[in-house]
């Protein structure tokens, strides 16, 4: 049976950098972008870049992902996380996922939904992270497996 494995990358910082590395099957970095419902996000990635919803109206937008090409460890962009305000509320995390990314407005809630079939028994997670933390803050990179919905194995640095 295939496994389904989401990778998130969380940030509670000012500012967190993803930097370009092999993730899964394929997703091999940061260099190509694509339109998200409020600006861009890597290709095959979803990430909290979304339209602020209630009652069925846009009232605004949350941009957490942004394309970043100031020292990325190859090629030549890494996706910037950054905790953003929500109109002034609380700020919500930077989230990088290979899952679909859902939000629920009405409930004020967020899940990651599916992910990539993924059948190999992975020994370790490489790649490059940079983190700026400010205050409190703070920030991780996970990965989760499921299969048929359970979960079968985590990693979180």
Same mark, same amino acid.
């Given at each position: 049976?295939?496994?389904?494995?989401?990778?998130?990358?969380?940030?509670?910082?000012? #500012? =967190? *950098?993803?930097?370009? &590395? %092999?993730?899964? +099957?394929? *997703?091999? =970095?940061?260099?190509?972008?694509?339109? &998200? %419902?409020?600006?861009?996000?890597?290709?095959?990635? /979803?990430?909290? +870049?979304?339209?602020?919803?209630?009652?069925?109206?846009?009232?605004?937008?949350? %941009?957490?992902?942004?394309?970043?090409?100031? /020292?990325?460890?190859?090629?030549?962009?890494? &996706?910037? #996380?950054?905790?953003?305000?929500?109109?002034? =509320?609380?700020?919500?995390?930077?989230?990088?996922?290979?899952?679909?990314?859902?939000? /629920?407005?009405?409930?004020? /809630?967020?899940?990651?939904?599916? =992910? %990539?079939?993924?059948?190999?028994?992975?020994?370790?997670?490489? !790649?490059?992270?940079?983190? &700026?933390?400010?205050?409190?803050?703070? !920030?991780?990179?996970?990965?989760?497996?499921?299969?048929?919905?359970?979960?079968? !194995?985590?990693?979180?640095?």
């Amino acid at each position: 049976m295939k496994t389904i494995v989401t990778i998130v990358g969380l940030t509670f910082a000012t #500012l =967190g *950098f993803a930097q370009q &590395a %092999e993730i899964v +099957n394929g *997703f091999d =970095g940061f260099e190509v972008w694509v339109n &998200a %419902e409020t600006g861009e996000l890597p290709q095959y990635w /979803d990430g909290f +870049n979304k339209n602020v919803e209630f009652n069925g109206m846009i009232v605004g937008t949350i %941009e957490c992902v942004e394309k970043n090409a100031v /020292d990325p460890y190859e090629g030549l962009f890494s &996706a910037q #996380l950054t905790s953003t305000s929500i109109m002034g =509320g609380p700020a919500v995390p930077g989230i990088l996922t290979v899952g679909d990314f859902v939000v /629920d407005w009405v409930v004020q /809630d967020g899940d990651v939904v599916g =992910g %990539e079939a993924y059948t190999l028994l992975p020994q370790e997670l490489n !790649g490059q992270f940079k983190f &700026a933390p400010a205050g409190i803050d703070t !920030g991780f990179v996970s990965i989760w497996f499921l299969e048929n919905g359970v979960e079968v !194995g985590t990693g979180r640095f």
